[in-house]
């Protein structure tokens, strides 16, 4: 004999309305971040070519048309990567006062002021020749990284990014120590009140191989499982959050954002009451890109979904290349 349920979950998602009511997570464009590559000696945008839509910038009105193309959409916070013109062993470039990345946020600043929020990415990767994230010696007939040498310099960098006005520094080495250098050298030079949002949690990704393509910072000998983190692993999560947190970290961050899903909410769990954001990183952009022009996926649901899940793991912010996209979705009305 067939018998009837008494408890019925399916009343609560009986329709739109109700779902919507007893929705428990939310995307809002104000939790998002816009990475932006912004490239020296062009004149007009490139676009990437793993990474369908998004575009190197020059130093132009181009780059500036799009921040406000963004801030249009209801974006009010971008992180910024540079691509120098010039590379060498110790990153000169990356601490230049008229680096490129030192040029962008003094062009943005000028003319958006406090509207928008600017995030730079420390790092040295993009800016040497060998393309560590870390300044390199010779040791035992081999190439190793010189962790604490590669401080002074990332402090340097983060300091000279302040001076040009950015709001938030993020330190992306993955290098010991980074962020009590760049906390000690902000402080020093009296900007108490820059952030620094720490990738504290990086892993050692693939996803990333679009990015290096972008960036040109596929790094020339070696690789970067030495200071970024073994996909294996769950719990060394905790001791880069809890180091990153006593050096003075205000934002951390997992990267990447749909892979590690578990980690995100293994961090938001154990140090709750820190701000946690997420990198929807190149080659999770790029997968969904790929399937959605081949018309194997609806991209505007596959991203919205994924990126919902995201939140729904832990993260208060993404990063994500999908920004602008995501911004004008959620004016329509989720597809949920
Ligand atoms: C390092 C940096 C990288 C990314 C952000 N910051 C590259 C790397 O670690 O190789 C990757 C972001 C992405 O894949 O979207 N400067």
Same mark, same amino acid.
């Given at each position: 004999?067939?018998?009837?349920?008494?408890?019925?979950?399916?009343?609560?998602? /009986? =329709?739109?309305?109700?779902?919507?009511? *007893?929705?428990?997570?939310?995307? #809002?464009? @104000?939790?998002? %971040? $816009?990475? &932006?590559?912004?490239?020296?000696?062009?004149?007009?945008?490139?676009?990437?070519?793993?990474?369908?839509?998004?575009?190197?910038?020059?130093?132009?009105?181009?780059?500036?048309?799009?921040?406000?193309?963004?801030?249009?959409?209801?974006?009010?916070?971008?992180?910024?990567?540079?691509?120098?013109?010039?590379?060498?062993?110790?990153?000169?470039?990356?601490?230049? /006062? =008229?680096?490129?990345?030192?040029?962008? *946020?003094?062009?943005?600043?000028? #003319?958006? @002021?406090?509207? %928008? $929020?600017? &995030?730079?990415?420390?790092?040295?990767?993009?800016?040497?020749?060998?393309?560590?994230?870390?300044?390199?010696?010779?040791?035992?007939?081999?190439?190793?990284?010189?962790?604490?040498?590669?401080?002074?310099?990332?402090?340097?960098?983060?300091?000279?990014?302040?001076?040009?006005?950015?709001?938030?520094?993020?330190?992306?080495?993955?290098?010991?120590?980074?962020? /009590?250098?760049?906390?000690?050298?902000?402080?020093?030079?009296?900007?108490?009140?820059?952030?620094?949002?720490?990738?504290?949690?990086?892993?050692?990704?693939?996803?990333?191989?679009?990015?290096?393509?972008?960036?040109?910072?596929?790094?020339?000998?070696?690789?970067?499982?030495?200071?970024?983190?073994?996909?294996?692993?769950?719990?060394?999560?905790?001791?880069?959050?809890?180091?990153?947190?006593?050096?003075?970290?205000?934002?951390?961050?997992?990267?990447?954002?749909?892979?590690?899903?578990?980690?995100?909410?293994?961090?938001?769990?154990?140090?709750?009451?820190?701000?946690?954001?997420?990198?929807?990183?190149?080659?999770?952009?790029?997968?969904?890109?790929?399937?959605?022009?081949?018309?194997?996926?609806?991209?505007?649901?596959?991203?919205?979904?994924?990126?919902?899940?995201?939140?729904?793991?832990?993260?208060?912010?993404?990063?994500?290349?999908?920004?602008?996209?995501?911004?004008?979705?959620?004016?329509?009305?989720?597809?949920?």
């Amino acid at each position: 004999m067939v018998t009837f349920p008494t408890l019925r979950p399916r009343r609560l998602r /009986k =329709n739109k309305l109700v779902r919507d009511l *007893v929705a428990e997570t939310h995307i #809002s464009e @104000k939790n998002l %971040i $816009l990475p &932006i590559f912004v490239k020296e000696n062009i004149n007009e945008p490139e676009q990437i070519n793993s990474m369908p839509g998004i575009y190197r910038y020059p130093l132009n009105d181009k780059l500036l048309n799009y921040v406000q193309e963004s801030y249009e959409n209801g974006i009010r916070s971008i992180i910024l990567f540079g691509i120098p013109a010039y590379k060498d062993d110790i990153a000169s470039s990356a601490y230049d /006062k =008229n680096g490129v990345i030192q040029r962008a *946020v003094r062009m943005i600043k000028d #003319s958006f @002021k406090s509207k %928008i $929020l600017i &995030i730079t990415d420390e790092c040295t990767d993009e800016y040497t020749s060998h393309g560590h994230c870390g300044l390199v010696k010779y040791q035992n007939e081999n190439y190793v990284i010189d962790n604490d040498e590669s401080l002074r310099i990332h402090a340097k960098i983060a300091l000279s990014q302040a001076e040009a006005g950015a709001d938030i520094v993020a330190p992306s080495s993955m290098m010991d120590g980074v962020v /009590k250098a760049i906390r000690t050298a902000l402080d020093e030079a009296g900007f108490y009140d820059t952030l620094i949002m720490s990738y504290s949690v990086k892993y050692a990704s693939i996803m990333y191989g679009p990015f290096r393509e972008a960036a040109y910072s596929k790094p020339a000998f070696g690789d970067r499982r030495g200071y970024q983190m073994d996909p294996r692993n769950a719990y060394e999560a905790l001791k880069e959050a809890r180091l990153d947190i006593e050096e003075g970290a205000d934002i951390l961050m997992v990267k990447p954002a749909h892979t590690y899903l578990d980690i995100i909410r293994l961090i938001k769990d154990n140090f709750p009451e820190y701000p946690l954001a997420a990198y929807h990183v190149s080659g999770e952009y790029s997968m969904i890109k790929a399937a959605a022009i081949n018309g194997w996926i609806d991209e505007k649901t596959a991203v919205l979904e994924i990126t919902t899940a995201i939140r729904r793991a832990g993260a208060d912010l993404i990063i994500t290349y999908y920004a602008n996209d995501i911004a004008k979705w959620i004016k329509e009305g989720v597809p949920f």
